[in-house]
């Protein structure tokens, strides 16, 4: 499976694991919420973490009997710069919009 396959919510777990520093359940829910502006339900935050988890995207962990930590495997990093490497190259040609004396959208290529 690569990036193009995975839901954006998916795609938006790895970058918040990426990023934290001790990524666990409740702490990939508040910064997904902080950045959604919305409450994740955990029924749809732990079976997409389990699905990445069974994709060999992330590795999970248990911190105690309640909580697990996760974290991305080497196949999660190199999913995560495939995508990188993507969109830099897509937005080489970096454009604006602009509108008319009508109103209408264009876009320019800078």
């Avoid at 998916?10 to 970058?15: A, E, G, N, S, V």
């Avoid at 990939?28 to 060999?56: A, M, Q, T, W």
């Avoid at 080489?92 to 290529?109: C, F, P, R, Y």
């Amino acid at each position: 499976m690569g990036m193009q396959e995975l839901t954006a919510f998916q795609r938006d777990l790895l970058y918040v694991i990426a990023d934290l520093d001790r990524p666990y359940g409740l702490g990939i829910k508040r910064e997904l919420e902080s950045y959604y502006g919305s409450d994740v339900n955990h029924g749809r935050l732990y079976p997409n973490l389990d699905e990445l988890v069974e994709e060999d995207y992330l590795q999970k962990e248990a911190l105690d009997d309640r909580t697990n930590a996760y974290r991305l495997t080497d196949a999660g990093r190199d999913l995560i710069d495939r995508r990188r490497d993507w969109e830099d190259d897509k937005l080489d040609g970096e454009t604006s919009t602009a509108s008319t004396e009508d109103g209408e959208n264009i876009a320019a290529t800078q």
